[in-house]
Nanobody
Framework: QGQLVESGGGLAHFGDSLRLSCKAS????????MAWFRQVPGKEREFVAT????????YYLNSVKGRFTISRDNTKNTLYLQMNSLLPDDTAVYYC????????????????WGQGTQVTVSS
C-alpha cells in the first residue's frame, strides 16, 4: 500500500493563501481518485474536495467553492490544494486521501491516507 505525505500547512491570516501538497510514494498515483479532507478536534473528518484520476473533474464542499482549487500532477505523483481567501473556519488538520475507481465525499471509502498537515487561520 502506498504512502501519502502532506506538506504546506502553517499559520495564515484572514484572507491569505496557502498551497498544500500531497506526495505519493508510488507510481500508481495516476490510477487513484484523490481527495482532501479536514478535521477539527471533536468533529468528524469533513470532505473538502475531490478530483478524478485524469484531473479533469473536481468537486468541492460548498463553503470552499470559489476559494479552493484541487489539482494534481500525475508526472510528479503529487496532489495539490490551493487555498485562497482563507477564513478562520478553515482552521483544521488537512488530510489527503486516495481511493480506487471513483471520486467520493465519504471518508470511509478512502483506503490510503496521509498523516495530515495543520492549517491555522487567524482573524
Amino acid at each position: 500500500q502506498g504512502q501519502l505525505v502532506e506538506s504546506g500547512g502553517g499559520l495564515a491570516h484572514f484572507g491569505d493563501s496557502l498551497r498544500l501538497s500531497c506526495k505519493a510514494s508510488e507510481n500508481t498515483f495516476s490510477t487513484y481518485a484523490m481527495a482532501w479532507f479536514r478535521q477539527v478536534p471533536g468533529k468528524e473528518r469533513e470532505f473538502v474536495a475531490t478530483i478524478t484520476q485524469s484531473g479533469i473533474t473536481a468537486y468541492y464542499l460548498n463553503s470552499v467553492k470559489g476559494r479552493f482549487t484541487i489539482s494534481r500532477d500525475n508526472t510528479k505523483n503529487t496532489l495539490y490544494l490551493q487555498m485562497n481567501s482563507l477564513l478562520p473556519d478553515d482552521t483544521a488538520v488537512y488530510y489527503c486521501a486516495a481511493r480506487a475507481y471513483y471520486t467520493g465525499r465519504i471518508a470511509d471509502d478512502y483506503r490510503i491516507w496521509g498523516q495530515g498537515t495543520q492549517v491555522t487561520v487567524s482573524s
